[in-house]
């Protein structure tokens, strides 16, 4: 059975949830289909001891504040979970959990959206996937010879499944720094930090409320034709967490220069010394998760689909949101999405008038 619908939104994780706040404020008909069985996106995945980089007040969707954690001046992950399945009940959100969307098709003046449980004839479709179901490993020589384990970010939980093991961590952004913390403050796991350029920790006074007025200052200065600030960027790569703040001032956190290859029992560098290991985390990013738009043939320059704020060039009908500064400034973070979900919802509310 196909339905139709004004809108299909494909997502339901925070810039599924602004999207939706914003269509509805437009008074379209919409969908939201997520993958997940429950509400949370990618937060309920998280590790243990995940916190935000921004207070409460500096993490919130459109419309609702986040409460203040009991505590906490950084929530942490589950408290985010809790706070997006309120956010979608409060809503009325139409989120329909559980429900894939392998493709989006071109069908005459409608979009043609196929799910594993359904087709939906949609005018308009916001893509709203995240990365976290798409991370990405480097090719490095070995990583077929390691007998140990070799995870990514998305599969670590907690320093206590590695007690007593000698651990590489590879990765030198917020992921790898703070799991490697997490490991080294365990104080019964050998840890091996491994990064391909010495660390780049921002001052201890800068969170995620200073890093969105960067991220935000960044794009109004090339909006508006002057030259680029560096944005976050050109401030270091690391946030100095609490965890992270610890462990680097005790000298626990010390980086090596990324290895040469992974070996049977461990790594290897070039100068040939060596690190035994049990187990390599890798954490080292992720992709765009846009293969359902794979038939509308849009992919470009290191797989980005080219975009004017948030609608697709090539497809007027189609927005991408939350991806990354490519769709918005700051769009991948709680606070940051907001502001490109609603320039979305209106710009379909216009196209589709």
Known sequence: MTQRVDVVVVGGGQAGLAAGYHLRRQGLDFTVLDAALAPGGAWQHMWDSLHLFSPAD???????????????????????????????????????????????????????????????????????????????????????????????????????DFAGQRVIVVGGGNSGAQIAADLVLAGDVQVTWVTRRPPRFLADDIDGRALFDVATARRRALDTGRSDTGGVASLGDIVAVPPVRVARDAGLLTAKSMFSQLTSDGARWADGSRAGADAVIWCTGFRPALAHLAPLNLRGLRGHIATHGTRALSEPRLHLLGYGDWTGPASATLIGVGRPAREAARDVGGLLA
């Open 58 to 160: 500096h993490s919130s969707l459109p419309g609702r504040f986040m409460p203040v954690q009991p505590g906490e001046t950084y929530p942490d992950a589950g408290h985010v979970v809790d706070y997006l399945a309120d956010y979608e009940k409060r809503y009325d959100l139409p989120v329909q959990h559980g429900i894939r969307v392998d493709a989006v098709r071109r069908d005459g003046d409608r979009l043609l959206v196929e799910a594993d449980s359904g087709t939906w004839r949609a005018r308009a479709v916001v893509s709203a996937t995240g990365t976290w179901s798409r991370p990405f490993v480097p090719a490095v020589s070995g990583c077929g010879v390691f007998a140990g384990r070799q995870l990514h970010t998305v599969d670590y939980r907690r320093a206590a």
